[in-house]
């Protein structure tokens, strides 16, 4: 093989090992990427809806607080804008079931809110009653409002440790994927040493001893006698040059 093709055939190597590995970090991050984020997306989006369903609840408790007191039209709509949005969240956080126990806990939180709502049948008239007292806001209403709160919140530590397990499948995942480059890089430079190693022992060392063979036949009158290993232009070279002292010595001889 000459020694074009020798060089050639190194960097052609390297190239490819450097290109197949840059494809395959790139294909690893781009499909880890892909599947991560949109866990991500639907973890948070469920935090977030769990967190609408507190803001909710609170707005419902606050409707009924309002009532105590005095505020019948202020707190009724305080209670039905509420449950409505609380209605809309539980739509929302059904549509968005992406991880297991998630959708027991939707369940339970529907029915522990729908226990709440019972409770808030007939307020305008029971207040005018004088129903709606301390003592039933604290034995009914506030256990049934810390219920629905306590399977709202579950709901949300099911989605945040998800949240975390996702985020650090993401970071190891990450290391995965640019482990082929990582390789490719050592590979590279453990080849362009190797590469470097053949190219001063088969193209430069020749030359230099071809170059000193015929520096000291010039010079000294030594006999050129360099030996190649190798069948390539610098083997041609040696050839060339044995030819050109053998036509050089019998000019002499003449």
């Keep these: 093989m000459g020694i074009r093709y020798k060089i050639l055939s190194g960097f052609v190597l390297m190239g490819l ?30 935090i977030e809806i769990s967190k609408q369903m507190l803001n909710s609840l609170e707005m419902e408790n606050s409707g009924v607080l309002d009532i105590m007191i005095g505020n019948v039209d202020k707190g009724m709509s305080q209670v039905n804008a509420g449950r409505e949005q609380f209605d809309a ?6 549509g968005n079931l992406t991880l297991a126990g998630e959708k027991e806990s939707v369940d339970s939180i529907r029915v522990s809110h729908q226990k709440l709502v019972e ?7 029971r207040a005018k009653r004088q129903e709606l007292d301390r003592m039933w806001y604290v034995k009914e209403l506030n256990p049934a409002y810390n219920e629905v709160a306590k399977t709202v919140k579950v709901l949300m530590t099911i989605n945040e440790a998800a949240l975390f397990t996702n985020a650090s ?20 430079i453990f080849l362009t040493i190797l590469f470097n190693y053949f190219l001063i022992h088969y193209l430069v060392a020749p030359i230099i001893r071809i170059t000193r063979g015929v520096d000291d036949f010039v010079r000294l009158k030594i006999p050129f006698d ?13 050839e060339a040059i044995l030819s050109l002292i053998s036509l050089v010595k019998k000019v002499q001889k003449n």
């Excluded at 409770?119 to 008239?125: G, H, R």
């Design 119 to 125: 409770l808030f049948a007939n307020l305008p008239e």
């Design 17 to 46: 090992m450097l290109l197949i590995s840059g494809a395959m970090s790139m294909y690893l991050l781009t499909t880890l990427g892909k599947s991560v984020s949109g866990l991500l997306q639907n973890n948070y989006r469920s």
């Design 169 to 188: 499948n993401l970071e190891h995942g990450a290391y995965r994927a640019i482990m082929p480059g990582v390789i490719a890089i050592a590979a590279g």
């Design 226 to 238: 360099v030996s190649i290993e190798t069948k390539d232009e610098i083997s041609k070279l040696r």
């Design 89 to 94: 969240d539980i739509k929302a956080a059904i």
